[in-house]
């Protein structure tokens, strides 16, 4: 067994590393090599870039200088909830797990991106690359299960009454997910020093600068600005609007790759995983839609979060070519590598999910 690394306060251990990872991470090495070509952004990631920016930057002046009745509001405001989630897919999430470019402040100017939409970057980068990413799945650790009790997404946490209705009730509340960010959680983990259980350490200096302007940049743009054009009501109205949206849009992506009947879920009391990192990965992760472009180039690879959880270090504009390498490995090694084939069936699979852990006699429980 080996202990894992990069953990603020957790004794989980998994399975020493076998010939899987070995295998795996040469033919990636290989591929890279082969063809001659970096890791990093290329020049699909730098148009993606501009044109989600873009279309951020558009739906925001849109929604503040030229929305004048419900129906353009309306418009705009969905809009701007899409190109947020757009934006937080494709640019600082490759940012904070510094994939995005070589140099260090590409990758901290591209995770900015998530002060910006309101949440904090530093806690972020506790909260998904360490948490989440070390420990997928595993109750009480990774930070994307806890979502504070309304909904019981994994066997080991208990189950409370209305879970029984929660496959229908929880797509409602993924909306309120940006506000709980940027309002609640950034605050709470601040002054708590903790996420969930585990210890992380406070900002300070430079990333405590950035949480906090990003905080007040955040509500300049939010509340104040639009202040200026439109009434308290409509601001409030069209800022819970594009919210939801984001909430709802980044959320479901997320709980497609892992809060689905085809991923595992070990049990995290044990204190050791009977499977090694890379391997535990894979069968903790499923992919959706995987040959189709359009999902991937809007979803910033999220799609293909099995490749992304394996190499989280490489841009996701290389994924595609990374899944046929992956799965034939996983083939290989008997390590189960799920991907549904259409977005209806990975969201009925959770749907069937969150159906399951809400059962009052489920098996699994
Ligand atoms: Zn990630």
Redesign the pocket.
């Known amino acids: 067994m080996t202990r894992a690394k990069n953990t603020p306060a957790t004794v989980i251990q998994f399975e020493r590393s076998t010939e899987f990872k070995k295998i795996l991470s040469e033919r990636i090495e290989h591929y890279f090599s082969s063809k001659n070509i970096s890791k990093a952004a290329d020049a699909r990631m730098y148009r993606k870039t501009i044109i989600v920016l873009t279309w951020l930057l558009a739906s925001y002046l849109l929604l503040v200088l030229a929305a004048h009745g419900p129906i353009t509001g309306l418009l705009f405001a969905v809009s701007l909830g899409l190109a947020a989630a757009g934006v937080g897919f494709n640019i600082p999430?490759d940012g904070g797990?510094r994939a995005y470019g070589k140099h260090p402040i590409v990758n901290k100017l591209a995770a900015a991106a998530f002060d910006l939409l309101g949440a904090s970057s530093y806690v972020w980068h506790w909260k998904?690359?360490v948490l989440h990413?070390g420990y997928t799945n595993l109750a009480g650790i990774d930070d994307d299960l806890d979502i504070g009790g309304i909904g019981r997404l994994a066997p080991e946490q208990p189950r409370l009454w209305m879970h029984r209705f929660q496959q229908f009730y929880l797509w409602a509340l993924y909306g309120f997910l940006p506000a709980k960010w940027t309002f609640v959680d950034d605050f709470r983990v601040l002054l708590r020093g903790r996420i969930g259980n585990h210890r992380f350490p406070r900002p300070k200096g430079k990333d405590l600068g950035v949480l906090f302007g990003g905080k007040i940049l955040f509500f300049f743009l939010a509340f104040v600005l639009p202040l200026f054009f439109h009434s308290i009501w409509m601001v409030l109205l069209f800022y819970a609007i594009s919210s939801a949206v984001l909430g709802f849009t980044l959320s479901v992506v997320f709980q497609l790759a892992h809060c689905v009947q085809e991923a595992d879920f070990p049990a995290a009391s044990a204190k050791e995983v009977g499977n090694e990192w890379a391997a535990h990965q894979v069968e903790t992760t499923v992919n959706f839609c995987r040959d189709s472009k359009l999902i991937g180039w809007y979803l910033g690879g999220l799609n293909m979060q099995i490749e992304?959880h394996l190499f989280?270090k490489v841009c996701h504009v290389h994924y595609p070519a990374l899944s046929r390498i992956v799965e034939g490995v996983c083939k290989d090694f008997g390590v189960r590598y799920t991907c549904h084939r259409n977005a209806f069936a990975a969201i009925a699979s959770h749907y069937r999910w969150l159906r399951e852990m809400g059962r009052f006699n489920d098996a699994a429980a």
């Open positions: 999430h797990h998904h690359n990413h992304h989280p």
